[in-house]
């Protein structure tokens, strides 16, 4: 069993939808969670970062943390063309550091 | 600032054939990691390094090789090539182990 599942999607929506992507995790010891995004051919690029557990906001992205279920979301608000892409959950325990475990990644397409 | 740069951004081997990834950062990170990309694994960690001479085996180092002499460079060897490494690699820094990770733009490699 994977310690980080995320649903693979494809995940198409239209301009302007409230886009829900979700990973869940079984490691108690992951303490920082992250949301790298992944356009076509590139290196992912850090979207969200959180410590523990709780919300964080930044403009149209919201990353939401609950520790207690293992269960973490990333909400996309009026969602555009250009977050199409593919998003995926990485995580890490105090120890760790920066030795990721990623999810597998969600392929979002976001039609005008 | 040319951030992490991977060369080069695609190669085709033949079995049994050895080669290296080059990776460079230049924005002084004392943490660098190599991770491939594959469909429905996500990324997985290969080898990591948290400074110069210090190296460390992740999650998949088998078939590879890494070495840093210097701050700026992390190649990665692969010593005799198998059709299962197939796959997308990158190279990943950050200022330190516990810092959010910057992604290269990745080596696309195929082994026939």
């Known amino acids: 069993q994977k310690e980080v599942e995320q649903d693979p999607g494809p995940l198409s929506v239209p301009e302007g939808a409230i886009v829900s992507l979700n990973c869940t995790y079984s490691n108690s010891a992951f303490q920082y969670f992250m949301w790298y995004r992944q356009y076509s051919r590139k290196g992912p690029e850090l979207l969200m970062y959180t410590y523990s557990s709780g919300n964080k906001e930044d403009g149209r992205f919201t990353a939401q943390v609950d520790k207690s279920s293992k269960y973490i979301s990333l909400f996309i608000r009026d969602s555009q063309p250009s977050d199409s892409a593919t998003y995926l959950c990485?995580?890490?325990?105090?120890?760790?550091?920066?030795?990721?475990?990623f999810g597998e990644g969600t392929q979002l397409t976001v039609n005008p | 600032n040319a951030g992490v740069t991977q060369t080069p951004k695609f190669q085709v081997l033949k079995t049994g054939q050895s080669m290296t990834l080059q990776c460079a950062q230049d924005?002084?990170?004392?943490?660098m990691s190599w991770y491939r990309q594959d469909p429905g694994m996500g990324l997985r960690l290969i080898h990591y390094s948290v400074g110069a001479g210090i190296t460390d085996q992740g999650e998949v180092p088998n078939g590879y090789n890494v070495s840093r002499s210097t701050t700026e460079d992390f190649p990665l060897r692969l010593l005799s090539a198998a059709p299962s490494q197939t796959s997308v690699y990158f190279c990943?820094?950050?200022?330190?182990?516990?810092?959010?990770?910057?992604f290269g733009s990745g080596t696309q490699l195929s082994v026939l």
């Open positions: 990485a995580m890490s325990g105090e120890t760790s550091g920066s030795r990721l475990t």
């Open positions: 990943a820094s950050s200022f330190t182990v516990s810092e959010k990770l910057f």
């Open positions: 924005m002084n990170h004392e943490y």
